[in-house]
T-cell receptor, first 117, second 111 residues
Framework: EAQVTQNPRYLITVTGKKLTVTCSQN?????MSWYRQDPGLGLRQIYY???????DKGDVPEGYKVSRKEKRNFPLILESPSPNQTSLYFCASRPPFSRGGLDNEQFFGPGTRLTVL | AQSVTQLDSHVSVSEGTPVLLRCNYSSSYSPSLFWYVQHPNKGLQLLLK??????LVKGINGFEAEFKKSETSFHLTKPSAHMSDAAEYFC?????????FGAGTRLFVKA
């Protein structure tokens, strides 16, 4: 089954304790992205990756790191989590541009609910 | 900067009546536009996407959206609401690399 998986699905941690949220896709997509969802703000893009070893900042990258060493995996790293990073996180991947040069839709993982105390 | 504005944070309709969720986007040469739905405690599901082949786009579950370049709008409609439509809806703009989500519209459906 074509899917994007995230782990863990739920995480409660304390301020300053490094953590990694994994994301993996089995659709051979080049583009992957991380978002955070907060009430009233929709989803905001944290980082995206156009391909292996190619990453760039989204709109809210502060406090996050990513890496893209393999095509299928795109982990999100919080080196020193703080309470304001308590949020619902989504990973997504996307196939190449459709005919006409427009974006194809993204496929989203099930989400990771992170609480930082 | 690119932007997406969903004009209503909440919309309430009665079952069987029409639904209109409004979305405006910042102008661009060729916007990539989508509507996604998120049911409570669930992930995101694609409702429909603008492909440039037609200005009226049909999606799943009876939803449609009309792309109006002159108004920079991509409003989502459904002729008759069902209880199962109660969810949060996001208008999304792509554009190559970055993706911009609207803040979301929560749809309530009354019996």
């Amino acid at each position: 089954e074509a899917q994007v998986t995230q782990n863990p699905r739920y995480l409660i941690t304390v301020t300053g304790k490094k953590l990694t949220v994994t994301c993996s896709q089995n659709m051979n997509h080049e583009y992957m992205s991380w978002y955070r969802q907060d009430p009233g703000l929709g989803l905001r893009q944290i980082y995206y990756s156009m391909n292996v070893e190619v990453t760039d900042k989204g709109d809210v990258p502060e406090g996050y790191k990513v890496s893209r060493k393999e095509k299928r995996n795109f982990p999100l790293i919080l080196e020193s989590p703080s309470p304001n990073q308590t949020s619902l996180y989504f990973c997504a991947s996307r196939p190449p541009f459709s005919r006409g040069g427009l974006d194809n839709e993204q496929f989203f993982g099930p989400g990771t609910r992170l609480t930082v105390l | 900067a690119q932007s997406v504005t969903q004009l209503d944070s909440h919309v309430s309709v009665s079952e069987g009546t029409p639904v209109l969720l409004r979305c405006n986007y910042s102008s661009s040469y060729s916007p990539s536009l989508f509507w996604y739905v998120q049911h409570p405690n669930k992930g995101l599901q694609l409702l429909l996407k603008y492909t440039s082949a037609a200005t009226l786009v049909k999606g799943i579950n009876g939803f449609e959206a009309e792309f109006k370049k002159s108004e920079t709008s991509f409003h989502l409609t459904k002729p008759s609401a069902h209880m199962s439509d109660a969810a949060e809806y996001f208008c999304v703009r792509g554009g190559g690399f970055k993706t911009i989500f609207g803040a979301g519209t929560r749809l309530f459906v009354k019996a």
